[in-house]
């Protein structure tokens, strides 16, 4: 017997648990990924559990065991979490109390406790996630659990799924307009809208600090940072060697890590610096729209360099910081769009050295002594010394050129006297060895200096002309201050390997055996483009549905002709729509009532007969009532046809209507119906 004739044949008990038990899974599978892996073995365990007890038609475990297993649920969750009480211990805890109530589904109203369990769990998945994927899978999760509800409230007997899926897909279908208006026009009040965002969970992207070597890390990771819409004809973004997006400011060095000089609070205050922004601009902005993508850090991130506020949704405020960044006043824990103006050709800080640069100078005692003795040895060259900080960061950049100095993913493992073996060692690194190694030579020359990192470069999606700049884009950067100039950008990478500034050549992690198995199947070009496709429908969906927020909310109305709407022009307009609606809704039901209800059919056929024959009868008069008249009126010959309409009211409160009206639809026609004539007889007497 095939597995289709096995399942054909299983009792309706044992086939709709079965089917729940799946959805169930369906519904947990999403949040697997972000759960300990005790939550995901439990809930597996247990469903399997209760599946087999289904398939072999054992009875459930008892309460102890129930109990039990709660327990030690609850407790596991108190270990992970050290608490039962936020977001992912409270997700953890459902998912849990989820799959042990299967273990008591024994009559309708544990499997409507079920139902509501699943419907809260499907929600909270877009806590964690809010892909198109993700929303896809619960899109087939709710069509799941409306056709295992509506195939609960079917009556007894062996109703076939696909009847239930039908319902469901219907019921879903006339939903569908509803949910679209209350996504349109349900007031946004940011940032009450939304789940908060959980600071303590990372992401892989930019941090505040940076460890020599960390950043060849992100090279490994292709995921998307940020998407660049530019405002320009073609959406062509400036030249390849100026597109630097802006990051954190790094400037404490303790020997091997890197951090900046204050910390921003979240509040949206920033302590006071050193040393101001003071920048200028000069030429034409470049404008261009960002959406980036979650990191669980407040930066901005802007093409070097941004004058004005960038313009970002209600809610969110964004500021300054006297190193050239631009800061959200929280943590960015959505997709995050914003608009913005910067200017390519700038300068920025002090124009004459003060004392409080002091910090852009230090070093770690003790550390990289061969670095400081190259250093003392450059000062004591009197052509370099006469040529100022400009001399030394030419000479410095010479010397990457043409030293045989190498830019490499594995430039092998750093000391603890970093720069000394950057320049006499190892000669080769990633972006952030050589940027510290330029930043270490310079501040022992007595040139200030820092370190910024951000992305440098993307690449064009053909299919939406939205730049795409990836994690692999992750770049550092250094920062000369130069008297009479202020800040300069000086890219160090760029003197070992050109191309990795001018022609976006990213360093590549070798391929695996699997990797150059697909290569020799698929072309890689036709991969490329799939991903491509992919990532602009991931884009559409970002912009249409995650960024959805209370301006776009306005332009609507405005695009609608409301001059200057506000959050209760959308309540306003919401709650017409939604009673327009009802009304639309009794409407359609009555007419559909009254027109293919088959029991009203047949009762007005009967009125028009007994009209025909001369009895008149008003429209609401019941067949009880009916009888009465045609009794009275017709005497013991319509007999008959009294009690047929006596035996129509019963059919009306029956509890399964179908066969009986079917009875009586075939009555009627034997009915001894009196003639038409018998009426002009009647009006004639």
Not at 326 to 343: C, D, I, K, T
Not at 441 to 464: C, H, K, S, W
Request: with cysteine; proline share 7%; charged share 15%.
């Amino acid at each position: 017997m095939s597995l289709r004739q096995t399942l054909a044949s299983l009792p309706r008990d044992t086939r709709d648990t079965l089917f729940v038990l799946l959805v169930i899974a369906w519904v947990i599978a999403p949040q697997t990924p972000y759960l300990p892996g005790w939550t995901t073995a439990l809930a597996a365990g247990v469903l399997a559990w209760r599946g087999w007890l289904t398939w072999q038609g054992r009875p459930l475990p008892g309460r102890w065991i129930t109990g039990a297993l709660l327990v030690l649920g609850v407790g596991l969750t108190l270990m992970s979490y050290r608490t039962i009480i936020g977001r992912e211990a409270g997700v953890t805890l459902i998912i849990v109390l989820l799959s042990l109530k299967t273990l008591e589904l024994r009559a309708r109203r544990d499997a409507m406790v079920i139902f509501f369990l699943c419907f809260f769990t499907m929600l909270s998945s877009f806590f964690v996630s809010q892909t198109l994927v993700t929303a896809a899978m619960m899109l087939i999760a709710l069509l799941g659990l409306l056709t295992a509800l509506v195939n609960a409230h079917l009556p007894v007997g062996r109703p076939p799924l696909a009847l239930s899926m039908r319902m469901a897909g219907r019921m879903a279908l006339l939903g569908a307009p509803i949910m679209l208006a209350l996504f349109l026009l349900f007031p946004r009040m940011a940032p009450l809208w939304g789940m908060p965002a959980d600071e303590a969970r990372g992401r892989s992207g930019l941090s505040s600090e940076m460890s020599v070597g960390d950043m060849a890390s992100l090279v490994l990771d292709d995921g998307v940072a940020m998407r660049v819409r530019f405002e320009t004809p073609g959406g062509q973004p400036p030249p390849q060697r100026d597109l630097y997006f802006r990051g954190p400011v790094l400037t404490v060095f303790d020997g091997r890590g890197w951090s900046p000089l204050m910390q921003p609070r979240m509040a949206g205050v920033m302590p006071a610096s050193p040393t101001p922004a003071q920048l200028e601009v000069r030429g034409e902005a470049v404008r261009y729209e960002v959406t980036l993508e979650p990191t669980r850090q407040p930066w901005l991130l802007t093409l070097d360099a941004a004058l004005d506020t960038p313009q970002v949704p209600a809610g969110t405020r964004a500021f300054m910081t006297p190193e050239l960044n631009w800061m959200a006043n929280r943590a960015v824990g959505e997709v995050l769009r914003y608009r913005a103006e910067s200017h390519v050709d700038f300068s920025h800080g002090p124009q004459q050295r003060t004392r409080q640069m002091q910090p852009y100078v230090q070093l770690p005692a003790g550390l990289n002594p061969r670095t400081l003795a190259l250093a003392a040895q450059m000062r004591a060259d009197p052509a370099l010394a006469a040529g100022g900080a400009q001399a030394f960061i030419d000479a410095a950049l010479n010397r990457l050129r043409t030293g045989g100095y190498t830019y490499t993913l594995e430039p092998g493992v750093y000391g603890d006297h970093t720069a000394d073996e950057f320049w006499f060692d190892a000669k080769a690194g990633f972006c952030e060895h050589i940027a510290s190694a330029f930043v270490v030579l310079m501040r022992a020359l007595d040139v200030p200096a820092r370190i910024v990192t951000g992305y440098q470069g993307g690449e064009i999606n053909g299919f939406d002309n939205y730049w795409t700049v990836r994690q692999a884009d992750a770049h550092a950067w250094s920062e000369v201050w130069i008297e009479g100039r202020g800040w300069v950008r000086v890219d160090p990478t760029g003197a070992v390997s050109p191309g990795r500034v001018g022609a976006f050549q990213r360093l590549q992690a070798p391929r695996g055996a699997f990797g150059n198995a697909i290569d020799a199947v698929i072309a890689p070009g036709f991969v490329q483009k799939l991903r491509a496709g992919w990532e602009a429908v991931n884009n559409r969906w970002n912009q249409w549905v995650l960024n959805y927020t209370q301006d776009r909310q306005l332009d609507l109305l405005r695009a609608l002709g409301v001059e200057s709407p506000s959050w209760q022009d959308l309540g306003r307009v919401l709650a017409g729509l939604v009673a327009a609606v009802a009304l639309a809704g009794i409407a359609w039901s009555w007419w559909d009532r009254s027109q293919h209800d088959p029991w009203l059919r047949l009762l007005a056929r009967t009125r028009r007969r007994l009209q025909r024959a001369g009895l008149e009868l008003p429209a609401h008069l019941p067949p009880r009532a009916m009888a009465g008249q045609v009794r009275s009126h017709f005497g013991a010959p319509a007999h008959p046809i009294a009690d047929w309409l006596l035996r129509m009211e019963q059919v009306r409160y029956a509890a399964q209507p179908a066969d009986a009206l079917a009875a009586l639809q075939r009555d009627f026609r034997t009915l001894p119906w009196p003639p038409a004539a018998a009426r002009h007889a009647l009006n004639a007497s």
